[in-house]
Every structure is written in C-alpha cells, then in structure tokens.
C-alpha cells in the first residue's frame, strides 16, 4: 500500500512512526525495569507488533472504545494513555491509569477509550461485541475494538463473539494478532485452519481482511475502511494481522525449544518500525533530521515516564479497598 494512495498528509505519516517509537521505547524501558525488580507484576511485551496498535488506533475516534489482551501496552498507548500513566501502573504506584490496583494486564483508562487489558485470553472478542451493541441501541456512531491474538480464535468466545455482532450488523472490529504462537504453542498445531480471515468470511459472513502486520500502512488502510464501514451501520470487519513477536512471551520467560533463533531473527528484518522509516525516506516523506527529532522527543517522553513511575508514591494502604468496585448508589 503506498501512502498516497491513502490520502495521509506527512503529519500523520510521521505520528504512525511517532507512536510505534514510543510504543518500542517504553515497553523497551519497561523491560529492564522489570528485570531490575522494579515492576512486580508479569511483563507481556509487543516488540515487533507496534504496527498493529498504530495501525488500528490511528482510524479511531478518542470515543470509540478498545478491549485489549494480556499484551495491551500499545493498544493503551495508542488510544492516547500517556507513558507515564502506563509505566506508573507497572510500576503498581498510585499515579497509575488504574492506580496501581491493575499491572499490566489491568490497564483502565475508559476516558481515552482504553476499556481494559486483560489477563484472560478470548473475553476482549465478547467484551468489544457487547460495546458495539450497546452502542446500537443507544443510537451512537461509536465504534468498538476487539484486539486478540491467534490464541484466542480456537475458544469459544472467538464464535460467539463473531456470530453475535455478524447476526445483529453491530459496529465492531475484531483484530486478530497472529504472532504465529500461543505461549509456546505454534498456530499450526493449534488449528487445521489457521486462515483467520477465511474463517470470520466463509463462517460468520463477515467482512474479512488478512493484511502483513508489520506493515503499519496495510493495517491503517484495512482499519480505516473497517472502521468507516462499522460507524455508517454497515456491520463488524475482522482484520487478521500476520506479525511475530521477537522478545519471550513474558519479560524473564525462556524463549527456546518452541522456535529457532533463525526464525527470530528473519522476522527481526521485517521490523515494523525501521521499515517503515526507511519506507519513509526513501519516498521522500521525511528526512534523517525529522526523523532524529522523533526519535529525540520520543526518547525524552520515555525518561520522563519512567522517573515519573519511580518516583511516585504506591498507594496507601488506607485507600486498598478504593478504585476496586465500582461506587454504591
Ligand atoms: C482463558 C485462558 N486460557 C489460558 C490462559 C494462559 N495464557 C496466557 S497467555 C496465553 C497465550 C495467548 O496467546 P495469543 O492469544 O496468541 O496471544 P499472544 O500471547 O501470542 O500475544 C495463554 C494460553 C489464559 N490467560 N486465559
């Protein structure tokens, strides 16, 4: 897909490259701080996948909503959670998006969108086709998003979600992540299908797209047109997005015995972020000094958000039974 076939002005072109930096930049940070024993709680990183939480979250709305998984610090910073708000709550303080109550796999910050992380696989695909039907009955355009990884398509939230919302036209967009593996469980042994797009076509008659996940403008284009289709009332999309994560499941996890360093390493070429910035330059689009200062702001962003996590107090213990329920009428 060339840019300008998408109509993105060089500002928007350069906020795609922007926030997969931050994205890259903060969970890189949040890394070391959890080997440091900084951050108490399991660290899922998205390194390699920053595409598809770009991609997506650049189509939507501040008001359209986004249901996230275990893996959900991008789609959070993507929505427009600020890194310090990110890193404080893995960092379990106070000044957290769930005060500290959450970690990672708890992320809320319903304000920008970000309706939760969570550390269940499959509910997200649930949870994003009952937010499109409430926002059916009320009448709104608003738009739901249910991230998933190729885990969650053999559980039976996968079919019932996808059935629901394609019965009842609901304005939903369900984004598979395959990563090519559940933990340590390849897709191909998971499934004799592993065509996600095929499946929510042929099974649910959904509009269906499988695009290259690391291609930031191939998910924005398939995200732009899912969105566009969802908020006029024309009915969910599926978007599978084939992409590879090149750190371990979880911060500290081993990364042997399932697959090989060769495979890790071909899919490090096809790194989102330095290809589309080579992408960039080479179309004109932007120069070595727009992107050096880019990659400054980002860099200064980051330092900010992780002096801000250290330095913030952890909750009282006073308040340990605030910000758990929601507030008795
Ligand atoms: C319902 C449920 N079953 C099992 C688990 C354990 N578990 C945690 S992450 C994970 C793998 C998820 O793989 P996938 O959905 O492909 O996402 P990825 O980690 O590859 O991003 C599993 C099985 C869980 N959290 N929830």
């Given amino acids: 897909m060339h840019s300008d076939e998408l109509g993105l002005s060089r500002e928007q072109l350069l906020s795609l490259y922007h926030m997969m930096t931050l994205i890259r930049g903060t969970e890189e940070q949040l890394a070391r701080a959890h080997q440091m024993g900084l951050v108490p709680g399991p660290c899922h990183t998205y390194v390699g996948e920053e595409a598809i939480a770009a991609g997506v979250c650049a189509a939507l709305r501040r008001d359209d909503v986004v249901f996230s998984t275990h893996r959900g610090h991008g789609h959070a910073l993507a929505k427009g959670v600020s890194p310090r708000a990110v890193a404080a709550e893995l960092f379990g303080k106070a000044t957290g998006c769930s005060q500290g109550r959450g970690g990672s796999m708890h992320l809320f910050a319903p304000e920008a969108g970000l ?11 649930l949870q ?26 053999s559980n039976g939230a996968f079919h019932e979600g996808l059935n629901m919302a394609s019965i009842w036209d609901l304005p939903v967009v369900f984004v598979c992540e395959d990563n090519m593996y559940a933990t340590e469980v390849p897709f191909r042994e998971a499934t004799r299908n592993q065509n996600v797009a095929e499946r929510a076509r042929v099974s649910y008659a959904m509009n269906a797209a499988s695009v290259d996940g ?3 403008l191939a998910v924005y284009a398939a995200s732009a047109a899912a969105v566009a289709r969802a908020r006029v009332g024309a009915g969910p999309s599926l978007i599978e997005c084939k992409t590879y994560r090149t750190r371990p499941h979880a911060e500290g996890m081993r990364d042997g ?11 490090k070429k096809r790194d989102p972020i330095a290809n589309f910035k080579n992408r960039l330059i080479a179309n004109g689009q932007a120069d070595a000094d727009a992107i050096a200062e880019i990659d400054a702001e980002v860099q200064s962003l980051v330092q900010d958000a992780m002096e801000f996590a250290r330095s913030s107090p952890f909750p009282d213990p006073v308040s340990a039974t605030e910000y758990i329920f929601s507030a008795q009428e």
């Fill in 128 to 153: 994003g086709a009952g937010a499109g039907y409430s926002f059916k009955l009320l009448g709104l355009d608003r738009v739901s998003v249910a991230f998933f990884g190729d885990g969650a398509v």
């Fill in 115 to 125: 309706m939760g992380t969570s550390g269940i696989v499959g509910p997200s695909i």
């Fill in 214 to 216: 690391n291609d930031v």
């Fill in 257 to 267: 015995g399932y697959r090989s360093a060769e495979e890790i390493d071909e899919w």
